[in-house]
């Protein structure tokens, strides 16, 4: 599947990015995340419908300030947010469910 933005109101998702543009890797070290490759493993994750994950953003900046996965096969969904921020990831999380819920997952 390709990556699928979604409107979570307050805040929006979108797929992981570092390119000239948006670069979340910054951010997902705060998170713990620091291989260089883990937006291109990402990605590639999509591709092969193996796990869906989103940058939890603040819509006028595009800041990531969380990250939510879901895994298809299984429905999981996971919530990592930066420091002051649970309440964002939680109701991006709810949006997730909802994404999840809608492909039957």
Do not use: K
Request: with cysteine; hydrophobic share 45%.
């Amino acid at each position: 599947m390709e990556p699928v933005e979604i409107n979570a109101g307050a805040w929006y998702l979108r797929a992981l990015r570092a390119d000239d543009r948006i670069d979340d890797r910054s951010a997902l070290a705060e998170l713990g995340e620091t291989a260089a490759d883990y937006v291109d493993a990402r990605a590639a994750q999509w591709a092969s419908d193996t796990t869906y994950s989103w940058a939890v953003c603040e819509p006028t900046t595009g800041e990531m300030l969380a990250e939510v996965t879901l895994s298809p096969a299984t429905g999981l969904i996971g919530l990592r947010a930066r420091r002051g921020h649970a309440a964002a990831a939680q109701a991006a999380g709810d949006a997730v469910r909802r994404f999840a819920d809608a492909l039957g997952c």
